[in-house]
């Protein structure tokens, strides 16, 4: 994850290929139920102003975050899923009848394939990528740039050229879990 960015532009090609690696995502029952809301120039402003205010932007850690010249909010519309299975190839699922009958909710899966599609490809292009949350913000974003209630916003992915602060966060101090204890073959 980068956290600091530089304010040179992302070409238009190459975040068109980032864009289009998320839709190709995939998506239980090839729902689609995945959008994406692509910030650019003074609506990245905007969203630092619902999220963060004036006098916290001037102590963040990560000043450089702040100038990202992409921000990817990645929404998700459950009711797409609950239409998806009341149709007759899914009907026999049980989900169509509302978004509780969902065990699993599936939608949030899929945005997560979405913003990691966004993720890698931002590093196989050379490009720098930091996903976080919306947390306590998520209304108040999602009615600042007009999306239909019925959405959720999942996460925001900043996107960019990495800038010269190469400061890692404090999480990566945690010692990732070894392949042997997170893979189990065959049984626990």
């Given at each position: 994850?980068?956290r600091d960015f530089s304010a040179e532009m992302v070409d238009?090609?190459?975040?068109?290929?980032?864009?289009?690696?998320?839709r190709r995502a995939p998506s239980a029952g090839n729902t689609?139920?995945?959008?994406?809301?692509?910030?650019?120039?003074?609506?990245?402003?905007?969203?630092?102003?619902?999220?963060?205010?004036?006098?916290?932007?001037?102590?963040?850690?990560?000043?450089?975050?702040?100038?990202?010249?992409?921000?990817?909010?990645?929404?998700?519309?459950?009711?797409?899923?609950?239409?998806?299975?009341?149709?007759?190839?899914?009907?026999?699922?049980?989900?169509?009848?509302?978004?509780?009958?969902?065990?699993?909710?599936?939608?949030?899966?899929?945005?997560?394939?979405?913003?990691?599609?966004?993720?890698?490809?931002?590093?196989?292009?050379?490009?720098?990528?930091?996903?976080?949350?919306?947390?306590?913000?998520?209304?108040?974003?999602?009615?600042?740039?007009?999306?239909?209630?019925?959405?959720?916003?999942?996460?925001?992915?900043?996107?960019?050229?990495?800038?010269?602060?190469?400061?890692?966060?404090?999480s990566t101090l945690r010692t990732k879990r070894s392949l042997?204890?997170?893979?189990?073959?065959?049984?626990?």
């Amino acid at each position: 994850m980068v956290r600091d960015f530089s304010a040179e532009m992302v070409d238009e090609a190459s975040l068109t290929m980032l864009l289009d690696a998320a839709r190709r995502a995939p998506s239980a029952g090839n729902t689609q139920g995945t959008d994406l809301l692509v910030l650019e120039g003074r609506e990245c402003e905007a969203y630092w102003e619902v999220t963060l205010g004036a006098e916290r932007r001037t102590t963040f850690r990560w000043p450089g975050l702040l100038v990202a010249p992409v921000l990817c909010v990645v929404l998700v519309d459950p009711t797409a899923y609950v239409q998806r299975y009341s149709e007759p190839d899914k009907r026999h699922s049980g989900l169509g009848v509302d978004e509780a009958a969902w065990p699993v909710p599936y939608w949030f899966v899929d945005a997560g394939a979405a913003a990691e599609a966004i993720l890698l490809g931002a590093t196989a292009s050379g490009l720098g990528a930091c996903l976080f949350g919306l947390f306590d913000h998520e209304r108040a974003v999602l009615e600042r740039f007009d999306v239909p209630a019925h959405y959720r916003g999942v996460c925001t992915i900043a996107i960019g050229h990495p800038g010269d602060d190469a400061r890692a966060s404090r999480s990566t101090l945690r010692t990732k879990r070894s392949l042997e204890s997170v893979v189990h073959r065959g049984r626990w």
